[in-house]
């Protein structure tokens, strides 16, 4: 990181974060050598982590532009981590430039880093929060300012709920999200897991994190099918047939032999949908999405407060 950069308030250089050690293994550049030197400590026993983030970075995209793919057109990132290439908002925004995103993270530099970047864009927000604070989050004025509940969401959280502890009950955590998204909204989640790798590595991984702002949680499949308990897990090959749990380079793979990597393995994914009442699925219709009331909303004043969305 450039060394002349000012540090955000609440930000230790001493001490790794998450979001900056994923920054250093994305090839980014905000990062300080606290971060390096914990990635590097994983990678001296995981040479396969940089493909690990790469792996789910691709995820990510591939999910994020899916989803935009059916209709959706509001999304909440939790955990986005530091600005890099291909960010939620340039991936949804590519199927429709009206896409609203809202960014999430715990890591002040996180607004800091994307505020430089996302100066002037409208439409896209970055806020400071703590996924493990679901009601002041969804709570934050400026996130209600852009996503209209009342609708269909795309909810992000890729490689996010592994840093939330068993005592945080993380399954807890998830269903007040779930409940706050209306039917027809989409999750797309991945997670690491310790499942068939080595003990050592798992260690190291944990042993890393000790030392960071925040700590490492494996959890085994079931533990991450949990996750996405009430909802539908949906296939991107056959949208209307079920879905399956699976690691992250198979999700919507172009090439599946190529994807199918000792990195990827390290993540279980899946997206999954809220489903809609029996009511609307026997009478369905495509609702009208109202703009947010907020008068400095990108669409607000040339589309007279409303906008038609496809049907999720």
């Keep these: ?34 971060d390096r030197d914990a990635a590097r400590r994983i990678m001296a026993l995981v040479p396969e982590i ?45 199927v429709d430039e009206k896409c609203r995103v809202v960014y999430v993270d715990n890591d002040p530099m996180v607004p800091a880093q994307s505020g430089q970047l996302l100066d002037g864009t409208t439409g896209v927000k970055v806020i400071l929060g703590d996924l493990r604070g679901p009601e002041r989050l969804l709570a934050d ?19 996010v709920m592994h840093f939330v502890a068993d005592d945080s009950d993380p399954q807890d955590l998830m269903r007040q999200y779930l409940d706050a998204l209306a039917p027809g909204s989409y999750l797309a989640l991945s997670h ?3 499942d068939h790798k080595p003990p050592r590595a ?4 944990r ?29 991107p090959r056959d949208p209307g047939g079920p879905g399956r749990l699976c690691y992250v380079g198979d999700w919507e793979a172009e090439d599946a032999g190529l994807a199918d990597s000792d990195g990827s393995r390290w993540l279980y994914c899946g997206v999954a ?40």
């Design 1 to 34: 990181m450039n060394g002349h950069a000012p540090i955000p308030p609440g930000v230790d250089p001493a001490k790794p974060a998450p979001a900056r050690i994923y920054d250093y293994l994305l090839s980014g550049g905000n990062n300080f050598q606290s």
């Design 50 to 94: 940089r493909d690990c983030a790469w792996a789910n970075r691709g995820f990510h995209q591939r999910a994020a532009r899916w989803i935009a793919d059916r209709g959706i057109r509001q999304f909440i990132d939790i955990g986005s981590g530091l600005p890099t290439v291909g960010n939620t908002h340039d991936v949804v925004r590519s």
């Design 141 to 159: 004025p400026e996130l209600r300012a852009l996503i209209d509940f009342s609708q269909p969401a795309g909810l992000l959280m890729t490689a």
């Design 192 to 194: 690491l897991t310790s």
């Design 202 to 205: 798992v260690r190291e991984f």
């Design 207 to 235: 042993r890393v994190f000790a030392r960071a702002t925040e700590q490492m949680h494996f959890r085994s499949r079931p533990e991450v099918e949990r996750l996405f308990d009430g909802l539908q897990l949906v296939s």
């Design 273 to 312: 949908r809220r489903p809609l009442p029996e009511s609307m699925v026997r009478d369905p219709v495509r609702p009208r999405c109202p703009v947010p009331s907020d008068p400095g909303h990108p669409q607000a004043a040339d589309l007279g407060g409303s906008v038609s969305v496809p049907g999720p």
